[in-house]
């Protein structure tokens, strides 16, 4: 639910949540990113906002919230409207 949320939001939350990460474990984080093609239908019918991001923007965000980018992996589906970044420890 992180692209419900501003930036500073979403850094905080990582870096709690990133903490909380067992020494092997992967942290799987999904977002809309600005491909959304939807995005005038989801906000005018439904009244729904969302953050978009890219994928830089999701790398700049875990390193911000301490997590080294050697640990940082960001991929998409086939149309790349769903952005799934992959955080090891």
Same mark, same amino acid.
């Given at each position: 639910m992180f692209d419900y949320v %501003? /930036? &500073?939001h979403?850094? %905080?939350?990582? &870096? &709690?949540f990133y903490n909380c990460l067992h020494a092997s !474990?992967? *942290?799987i984080i999904g977002n809309f990113s600005h491909? $959304?093609? =939807?995005k005038q239908y989801m906000e005018k019918v !439904?009244?729904?906002?969302?953050?978009? +991001? =890219? *994928? /830089?923007?999701l790398i700049r965000i875990a390193i911000e919230a301490g997590i080294r +980018? +050697? $640990?940082?992996k960001i991929d998409s589906e086939d149309l790349g409207i769903n952005l799934f970044m992959h955080l090891k420890k």
């Open positions: %501003k /930036d &500073k979403f850094i %905080k939350f990582l &870096k &709690k !474990g992967e *942290m491909n $959304n093609i =939807s !439904g009244d729904w906002y969302l953050q978009y +991001r =890219s *994928m /830089d923007e +980018r +050697r $640990n940082i």
